[in-house]
Every structure is written in structure tokens, then in C-alpha cells.
């Protein structure tokens, strides 16, 4: 009983002068989901960036994390609504956070009171979420045998097909593909990879390429590092380097999936990283494993695409 007193007292010492380190070492140590299981790191490290937007909100209104109250939270989600997109979960997901550690304020005696009490009990996760837009199991095998090196291709044929391997292969974001550099894709080595940088609340991974993907993308490789610009941008829109678009990577995703006279209510480079989670799910890997391939912090992607398997026959696109 002694030891846990003085847990206690210096846990409450650091969250009145230290409250960001305090949160970090409670998300450590203590903090756990619905289901009583510790955050992934993931998790932990956009919990600790949202917890410190909440924190530079109260200090700028001369608050504290055991003085504010309610009309504090509603100003702090009137502040971030210019940031979130309509139909997203971000306010419930700042609302169950808050939540979460003014609980622990009040079990160790730091607060009395739980300003987000109310508004948790009145929110509920939003029902009508939209399915996913995904290929069929059988699709996506027919356009995994398109990705492959042409016969004779130009530069822009090949480029255009090791677009679309990228993204059923390594199943990254449109943003993602357009930031690789030459240097990112590891098409040579003994478990071939592309390497994909930090953005936003995602951390750095290494995605292993699944194997129909390889030879196109190390036979693009090569012709792009032979180009008198090899250094810079993987995927390039003109023969001086410029970066491609979004708009130039959904028509490559677009002219391979006609050839197969296929159609998607959404024919873009997400309707491939779906199907490749999918895929992934299809085969064995847990909702952790997908995410942390697909960069995600949240498992909600993935318990979707896995819905979406449970739930149909997959029968069509």
C-alpha cells in the first residue's frame, strides 16, 4: 500500500507540472482499449499527439487538465471542426480520449469531476459508415496477371503498370506513391520492400511487395535509374522528373482496370489499396498486422474490409 501511495503522488505531481510527459507515461504503463488490451504503438503515438492539441488549447484559455470543464471541451471542438472532414470520427475519437484520462485524473484524486461524462453518453459511433469499394477476390487475381513488364513497353507503359502493382502490391496511398523517392523501392534485394516515410499520424514502415508485383517494379526500377534524372521522385510524370498527380495515378489505375473491363463505383488508387488489404485479410493476417501494413493507427479499416468478407459471398466488385 505504501509503494502504490507514492505512485500515486508523483503521478499526480507530473500531471500538474508536466501534463504531456504524464499522459505519455500513463498511455505506457496503464491505458488500455475496450477490449482491456494495451494500445498499439501506433495508437499510443497518435493518442499523445491529440492529447497534446487538447493541452495547447487549455493552456492558451489559462486551463489546466484538472480545471477545465465542459464549455471548455465544446470550445476546444468548435476549434478543430474547420480541421475535420464531414462524416469522420474525429470529434468522438478527441471525446473518448478526454474521457479516458480525466477518468484516471479522478481515480487518483487529481480531479472530482468529468466534464466529458455527459457528452460520451450521448454520443455513438456513426452507423452509416460506407462500405468499402473493393475487387472481387476474383478480380483482383485477373489484375495481378497484368502486372507484369510489357513486351517491348515504352518508359510510360511500364511506368503506368508498376503504378498499379505499387498499389495492389504494397497496398500504399495515392499521397504515399507520389512522395517515393528512387531510393525507397528495395526491388533487388532478398525480400523485396518499398520503404514509405512518415506522414501525418502514420509512422515510417517497410511494406514487403507480394510477389506479383516484384518483377514489374524492379524492371521499372532499372529504366527509371537509367534516366539522366535518376535521383528524386520514383514515379515521375515527365522525362525532367516532375512528380505525378493524383489525377495521372487514377488514370493508370483506371486504363489497367478497362482492359479487364472492370468498373468500381470508385476507380482510384483506394479502390486498390482495399482490395489489397483485403487480400491480406483473406489470408490469414489479424486486423493489427493490416494496419500496421497499411500504416493505419486505428483498426477500423481493417475490421471493415473484414466485414466485408464475412458478410458476402464475393461473388461481385
Not at 475496450?34 to 497534446?52: G, K, L, T
Not at 459511433?125 to 468499402?132: G, I, L, N, S
Not at 498527380?245 to 488514370?251: A, F, I, S, V
Request: one cysteine or more.
Amino acid at each position: 500500500m505504501r509503494n502504490f501511495s507514492i505512485s500515486i503522488f508523483v503521478n499526480d505531481e507530473l500531471w500538474s507540472s508536466d501534463p504531456e510527459n504524464a499522459f505519455a507515461e500513463w498511455q505506457k504503463e496503464e491505458a488500455t482499449g475496450a477490449d482491456r488490451r494495451p494500445f498499439a504503438e501506433r495508437s499510443i503515438i497518435q493518442h499523445r499527439a491529440m492529447f497534446a492539441r487538447f493541452h495547447r488549447y487549455l493552456t492558451a484559455h489559462r486551463q489546466t487538465v484538472v480545471t477545465f470543464g465542459v464549455d471548455h471541451v465544446a470550445g476546444f471542438f468548435d476549434e478543430i471542426s474547420a480541421d475535420c472532414a464531414p462524416g469522420t470520427t474525429t470529434h468522438i475519437r478527441y471525446l473518448k480520449l478526454i474521457d479516458r484520462f480525466t477518468r484516471h485524473l479522478i481515480a487518483i484524486d487529481a480531479r472530482k469531476d468529468n466534464p466529458a461524462a455527459d457528452l460520451i453518453r450521448q454520443t455513438t459511433w456513426p452507423e452509416d459508415e460506407p462500405t468499402p469499394v473493393y475487387l472481387s477476390l476474383v478480380n483482383d487475381t485477373r489484375l495481378q496477371q497484368l502486372c507484369r513488364t510489357p513486351p517491348d513497353p515504352t518508359f510510360k507503359h511500364l511506368r503506368n503498370v508498376a503504378v498499379v502493382a505499387a498499389f495492389l502490391g504494397a497496398g500504399i496511398s495515392a499521397a504515399e506513391c507520389r512522395n517515393l523517392k528512387v531510393e525507397d523501392l528495395n526491388a533487388n534485394g532478398m525480400r523485396p520492400d518499398v520503404y514509405v516515410e512518415k506522414r501525418g499520424p502514420r509512422i515510417a514502415r517497410r511494406v514487403p511487395l507480394d510477389e506479383f508485383s516484384i518483377n514489374v517494379l524492379r524492371d521499372y526500377y532499372h529504366a527509371r535509374a537509367a534516366m539522366p534524372n535518376a535521383e528524386g521522385w520514383l514515379f515521375v510524370a515527365t522525362a525532367s522528373g516532375k512528380p505525378m498527380t493524383d489525377h495521372t495515378l487514377g488514370q493508370c489505375v483506371r486504363a489497367l482496370l478497362l482492359t479487364l473491363h472492370v468498373t468500381a463505383a470508385d476507380m482510384s488508387p483506394r479502390l486498390l489499396r482495399n482490395t489489397y488489404g483485403r487480400r491480406h485479410i483473406h489470408h490469414g493476417r489479424s486486423d493489427e498486422e493490416l494496419s500496421n501494413l497499411l500504416g493505419l493507427s486505428s483498426h477500423r479499416t481493417a475490421a471493415r474490409l473484414r466485414q466485408t468478407l464475412d458478410t458476402e459471398a464475393d461473388a461481385h466488385s
